[in-house]
């Protein structure tokens, strides 16, 4: 590792100690997000997700038990109609409150609070807002008289006296007055300290440097609600909160130890296609904070999320977007071009989408084919004029956006300090995006002056330009790769997501005989995501692994595998160890749903037969549609739609004509070649049209120098490319 890498790394660590130094993430109702809110499900949950406090909400029932709900009615969570306070406990408690989430909730109940109370680990609080205070209290001085938890409870309210009685009545519980309004607060806060309250709980977007200061001054702690967004949840740190209550725990902490908010380019573009569902779900699983879409119209008027101007790429259709029916477009594969798991991917209809994202990432809109008046009022109608910015080709068109909707996000495109006056002047936008070459102290300094966000934008595999954008602790970040960028955020600013493919079946490095099962599990137990094998077939018909066409190399018999049937086979003895060949049957129940199978064929003209065994196999233990194969000819044509096949540096031509042609080629083909043959452009052009690439790195490719300094050599120029698949020999994985 490099003295640059380790002292980005050490820097990074610093910044991610520093961003949540101290911080305290408490879950609003739980982890109210994922589970139903204020259950036994959503507070443990939480506690799962290693929150610093839960916050919960009670009410008092008819029978005087002290009920966990937000609302003084259950109508909201259950459907029924019961005002809580006119409501025995056993009622209540036979209500469903889980299924308004999610089917799988279904049966959650109600819990008492002495149920919750129960759950609290060690160390961790429970914040508990009174609803209603004054007939709450004497049942909860009946919970908390000897219980070895009342320590650990905080309270909160929004009414003032109600609190002050409650800190009369537990001084020595922290209680807090829940406050939404900045002049009420600004009336109330002085009286709040004289009361001897501990702290003041508001509203996020009440809090500034004024109710900072007063606080401050005050003596008063201040916890905030109800933050979901990290952009906002910086502002706050920035001012000086300390506690964050959040309905996504997990999620918003990761997000601050991120401190760069991914903006994801299509989706995870490079995992699943662009701009469809798919590719927008791995993006969330991945921390994005915000998903780029293209805004485009039909004919008809119905506006979708695709890049391209025309339907050829991207899709089963053909033809412009913009002249062809919604009819249409709604029953066009979108995904089977990328690649054959994705088939039946839809082109997402743009209404449909953000009603499905709203609530889990923020939108930035790129603006192709659009009518102003048409798209801003479906924005708003979603509510999510305060969760999106957009960018336009044109400078025209930006300024016809800011001039009739001065409130709305705009981003515009800047690569110098110089540019920027007259962009504020004439634009007002919030955010810069920029190349990372821009990126300087100089003008990010001078962006933030001017309250403009800093968002360089990194296409495709440059581990390098992640890298300066971390080092240089810019706002937001344009990717495709957020599977690259996150992984590098969580390890310190170095990327080790690399995905090896075992030569040979797994891991030899003179410990173990090739597709021997102890290699083979070797490899899996260190992270392969595939291994590579070679098969072929015996005399009486099974498919066997081996490279060479007998077994004189680790059985000390020359007979050929053709002249040797299954049962003479499982007889031989190995020169070392105790272990006998595989079959490929064996190989597929051992490695079914943990690692990937890349396929050499070693019979130069396998039969019909030999094809249909290896279908069966393949298919029983589920490896397609994640296999490589590495042949041509017959095999080729009979898994074709099944798989992936490779093709080597000499057939680039090929490639091209393919792709200038239309044809797709990212699901059907993936570059296989030897490190010591591919170079930057092709790699590039692969990188471009989505199509996988795998170099392979052989003790065999170097027989003409020291191996170790070849394969070092050849591994840190592909990295440099972006290049993240390697079919290694194992002797080199630890350059990874």
Not at 1 to 26: D, E, G, H, P
Not at 93 to 100: A, E, I, N, P, T
Not at 382 to 399: I, V
Not at 560 to 576: C, G, H, N, S
Request: charge should be negative; proline fraction near 3%; aromatic fraction near 10%.
């Amino acid at each position: 590792m490099s003295k640059r890498v380790v002292q980005t790394a050490l820097w990074f660590l610093c910044v991610c100690l520093a961003a949540n130094a101290q911080i305290t993430y408490i879950g609003h109702r739980g982890a109210s997000y994922d589970a139903p809110e204020n259950t036994l499900a959503s507070v443990n949950l939480a506690w799962k997700m290693d929150v610093d406090a839960v916050e919960i909400d009670v009410h008092l029932s008819k029978d005087n038990q002290i009920i966990v709900i937000h609302d003084d009615n259950t109508k909201r969570i259950t459907g029924k109609d019961h005002a809580v306070i006119d409501t025995n406990s056993d009622v209540l408690r036979k209500l469903d409150v889980g299924s308004h989430k999610d089917s799988k909730f279904k049966g959650e109940k109600l819990p008492l609070l002495e149920e919750v109370i129960a759950t609290i680990p060690k160390g961790k609080k429970l914040v508990v807002e009174l609803k209603s205070s004054d007939n709450v209290l004497p049942r909860m001085a009946q919970i908390l008289n000897n219980n070895d938890k009342s320590s650990q409870l905080v309270f909160i309210s929004f009414d003032k006296e109600a609190i002050i009685k409650v800190k009369q009545s537990y001084p020595q519980n922290p209680c807090y007055w829940l406050c939404n309004n900045k002049e009420f607060l600004l009336a109330n806060i002085r009286s709040v300290a004289d009361a001897g309250l501990d702290g003041i709980n508001l509203k996020y977007n009440i809090i500034d440097e004024q109710t900072m200061e007063l606080s401050r001054k005050c003596g008063l702690d201040m916890i905030t609600y109800t933050v979901n967004d990290p952009e906002e949840a910086k502002r706050l740190i920035r001012l000086g909160v300390k506690q964050i209550t959040t309905d996504r725990p997990e999620w918003l902490k990761n997000q601050m130890n991120n401190r760069i908010s991914m903006v994801n380019h299509r989706g995870a573009n490079r995992l699943a296609p662009e701009n469809t569902y798919a590719s927008a779900q791995k993006a969330l699983e991945l921390g994005v904070a915000c998903m780029e879409v293209d805004v485009r119209r039909s004919k008809d008027g119905v506006y979708y999320n695709i890049h391209d101007h025309t339907l050829n790429r991207t899709t089963n259709g053909s033809g412009l977007v913009s002249e062809t029916e919604s009819s249409v477009i709604d029953n066009l594969d979108a995904g089977g071009w990328f690649a054959h798991e994705f088939k039946g991917q839809r082109v997402p209809r743009m209404y449909d989408y953000l009603k499905w994202i709203k609530g889990k990432a923020k939108v930035y809109f790129d603006m192709k084919d659009y009518r102003l008046d048409e798209f801003i009022p479906m924005v708003y109608e979603l509510g999510m004029e305060n969760d999106c910015f957009f960018w336009f080709s044109t400078w025209k068109e930006a300024a016809e956006f800011r001039k009739r909707y001065p409130q709305l996000t705009l981003k515009v495109n800047a690569n110098s300090v110089e540019a920027l006056d007259s962009l504020k002047r004439l634009y007002n936008p919030q955010i810069i995006e920029c190349p990372v070459r821009a990126l300087s102290e100089t003008f990010i300094r001078a962006c933030r002056e001017k309250d403009m966000k800093v968002m360089p934008i990194v296409t495709g595999f440059e581990i390098e330009a992640f890298r300066i954008a971390i080092e240089n602790e810019v706002d937001m970040i344009n990717l495709d790769c957020p599977e690259i960028f996150s992984n590098m955020m969580k390890n310190n600013g170095v990327f080790d997501g690399y995905k090896l493919i075992a030569h040979r079946g797994g891991i030899v490095e003179n410990r173990y005989d090739e597709f021997e099962p102890a290699s083979i599990q070797a490899a899996i137990d260190r992270g392969y995501f595939m291994l590579e094998i070679d098969v072929r077939e015996t005399k009486d018909g099974v498919l066997i692994l081996n490279h060479d066409d007998s077994f004189e190399r680790f059985y000390n018999d020359t007979r050929k595998i053709r002249d040797l049937t299954w049962a003479e086979i499982r007889q031989l003895k190995p020169v070392r160890g105790n272990h006998r060949p595989m079959s490929l049957e064996e190989l597929a129940k051992m490695c079914a749903g943990k690692v990937e199978l890349m396929i050499d064929i070693k019979e130069a003209e396998p039969s019909a037969e030999f094809l249909d065994k290896l279908d069966k196999i393949l298919t029983e233990y589920n490896f397609f549609p994640g296999a490589y194969f590495i042949n041509e000819n017959i095999v080729r044509e009979r898994f074709w739609g099944k798989a992936k096949f490779s093709f080597r540096v000499p057939e680039e031509n090929m490639i091209r004509e393919k792709i200038a042609r239309g044809e797709d080629v990212a699901c059907h083909y993936f570059l296989f070649d030897a490190g010591t043959r591919l170079n930057s452009s092709l790699i590039k052009a692969c990188q471009a049209a989505y199509i996988t690439i795998v170099p392979s790195v052989n003790f065999g490719h170097y027989r003409y120098e020291d191996a170790y300094r070849g394969a070092k050599r050849d591994i840190e120029f592909l990295q440099k490319c972006g290049v993240i698949e390697f079919q290694i020999d194992s002797d080199f994985d630890d350059w990874f």
